[in-house]
């Protein structure tokens, strides 16, 4: 297998500290936690383990979309951040639906896109190798396809 390919696994077969890595994020992200150390205490989990495997873990969401995805990433707040990031689904033929950028803050900007990928020329397993490996990319969140 090659570096940063993707696996969909069923969750009942792996050990549960991805979960609550997972769950720890999702504290974060909805303010039940203000803290790192609130989010990790919360979910049952060590600061360095949340830290070694936050980046590499979040959630994939199949919904029945008619070939749409989503996707959820931190940008770095650089001039043509979003147009090199967007324009990496118009080059495998994705139609963007909608861009949600969210106002940068600490020099990071969340970005939501959602794209019909029924007429994509490869995989979507591919288009996230491709957009991870973008200057400006700091992180995928998360993938709904």
Known sequence: MKDNEYLIIDTAVLPDIYEKVVYATSLLESG?????????????ISRSVYYKYKD????????DSDGIISMQVVLKDKPGALMTFLSVFSEVNANILTVNQNIPVKGRAFVTVSARAQDMTIEATELVHRIKELENVIKIDSIIG
């Not at 039940?32 to 049952?44: F, K, L």
């Open 32 to 44: 039940e936690a203000v803290s790192t150390s609130e989010a990790v205490r919360m979910a049952g």
């Open 56 to 63: 590499g873990v979040f959630p994939y969401q199949k919904k």
